[in-house]
Every structure is written in structure tokens, then in C-alpha cells.
């Protein structure tokens, strides 16, 4: 399984950006993929994940600026995020996990496979 982020950029504040996740080799025929986050000296934190179904989940009020969609034609998951501020400065990965009958939240440690990262900077 390969995870490859891609489109981090620096932009302003109030800017948007679009970042993708192009997932190869996924053995699940369902699953959860997720976004998560993890800016200087602080842990990963969730961003949100999306079901096979294409149900999403975010975490706090990131719902209000950040959308997840997945294009199953391109094996493609994105992230739009609108009305960026500077603490949305992190490394943002992309991961996957098969759908197995355990309940599944937002916790890094319940995701198996992780991409390398894009860097989205966000300046005043």
C-alpha cells in the first residue's frame, strides 16, 4: 500500500488550497481515509476521515473551513481547505485503514498506513 500527498503550498491568510492523496495498492474493499495534522513540537491531530461509503467526520469546528472527498475513479482523496489561518500551518498526511467491524474514530494509532506528508504554510 503507497500513499502519496501532494499540492502543500504557502499561503496566506484567508486563502484556500487543495491537497490530494493518491492511494495505490489499497487491499480493502472497505474503508476509512483520513486527514490528519501535525504542526512544530505538537502531536498529529485529526483533521477528518471519510467512509467508502462516502460518509465524512471531522473533527471540532473544522467541518466549517475543510472538506474531505474522495474520487474512487482516481483512487484519489482530497482535502479543500477554505478561509485558512496561520495555525493551520502543519504537515498533513493522509491515511488508510480497512473497515473491520471495530468502531473507528479519529485516532492516529487506529490508522495502519501513512504517506510521507505535504507542508501547507499559512502566513499573516
Known amino acids: 500500500v503507497q500513499l502519496v500527498e501532494s499540492g502543500g503550498d504557502s499561503v496566506q491568510t484567508g486563502g484556500s488550497l487543495r491537497i490530494s492523496c493518491v492511494v495505490s495498492?489499497?487491499?480493502?474493499?472497505?474503508?476509512?481515509l483520513a486527514w490528519f495534522r501535525q504542526a512544530p513540537g505538537q502531536g498529529r491531530e485529526a483533521v477528518g476521515r471519510i467512509d467508502s461509503a462516502g460518509a465524512a467526520r471531522y473533527a471540532g469546528t473544522l467541518r466549517d473551513r475543510f472538506t474531505i472527498s474522495e474520487d474512487q475513479a482516481l483512487n484519489t482523496l482530497y482535502l479543500q481547505m477554505n478561509s485558512l489561518k496561520p495555525e493551520d500551518t502543519a504537515m498533513y498526511y493522509c491515511?488508510?485503514?480497512?473497515?473491520?467491524?471495530?468502531?473507528?474514530?479519529?485516532?492516529?494509532?487506529?490508522?495502519?498506513?501513512w504517506g510521507q506528508g505535504t507542508q501547507v504554510t499559512v502566513s499573516s
Open positions: 491515511a488508510l485503514r480497512g473497515r473491520d467491524g471495530y468502531f473507528v474514530g479519529l485516532d492516529p494509532s487506529e490508522f495502519h498506513h
Open positions: 495498492g489499497n487491499p480493502y474493499r472497505e474503508y476509512y
